[in-house]
């Protein structure tokens, strides 16, 4: 099924679609970019239609959702062949999150939801396709982090909070 027919309009960028699966039992990206660790190595992945060589590595992947959600997959799946990214409902759980459906004006949604403080945050709304696939955006967690190219001995490696401290109240 080629799900760019769902979409209508010159905004939609399909490399940064995701599908919520509770089939799938990992959470497989098409792009490089989201894996903060990746070992490349291919790998067989069974599908409906049978046993395929899609695989081309794994390892920690880091995504975000529109609504700020951030995601630590340490088994994410990558498949630059791959149609489209698929997030599990595994991978969401071990996150900490949880899902629900929920039906507003007669649309159904998958909810990603967190209990904070006793209380159910409603942190993601994912829209459903007429064929009942949940979908998403999804992006990098932009990082800004320095490291020293020539860095050798990891003795010698402190951040600069375990030098200085945490800066209290009577700092600030």
Not at 58 to 83: E, H, M, W, Y
Not at 101 to 128: S, V
Request: aromatic share 8%; with cysteine; proline share 2%.
């Amino acid at each position: 099924m080629d799900i760019s027919q769902y979409f209508i309009g010159p905004n939609i960028n399909m490399e940064e679609i995701c599908l919520a699966d509770s089939a799938t039992t990992h959470t497989i990206l098409r792009n490089k970019k989201y894996f903060s660790c990746l070992m490349m190595r291919e790998a067989n992945v069974t599908t409906i239609s049978g046993s395929t060589n899609l695989i081309e590595g794994s390892r920690k992947a880091n995504i975000l959702l529109p609504g700020g959600t951030r995601f630590v997959i340490d088994d994410a799946l990558f498949s630059s062949k791959s149609q489209r990214n698929l997030l599990s409902f595994k991978d969401i759980r071990r996150n900490g999150y949880h899902i629900e459906t929920t039906n507003d004006e007669n649309i159904e949604y998958l909810q990603i939801t967190m209990i904070l403080l006793g209380k159910k945050c409603i942190l993601e709304k994912l829209p459903a396709f007429s064929s009942g696939l949940y979908y998403t955006n999804i992006s990098t967690i932009e990082t800004h982090a320095v490291v020293n190219q020539k860095f050798i001995d990891t003795n010698t490696f402190t951040i600069w909070h375990d030098q200085l401290g945490h800066p209290g109240s009577i700092m600030m």
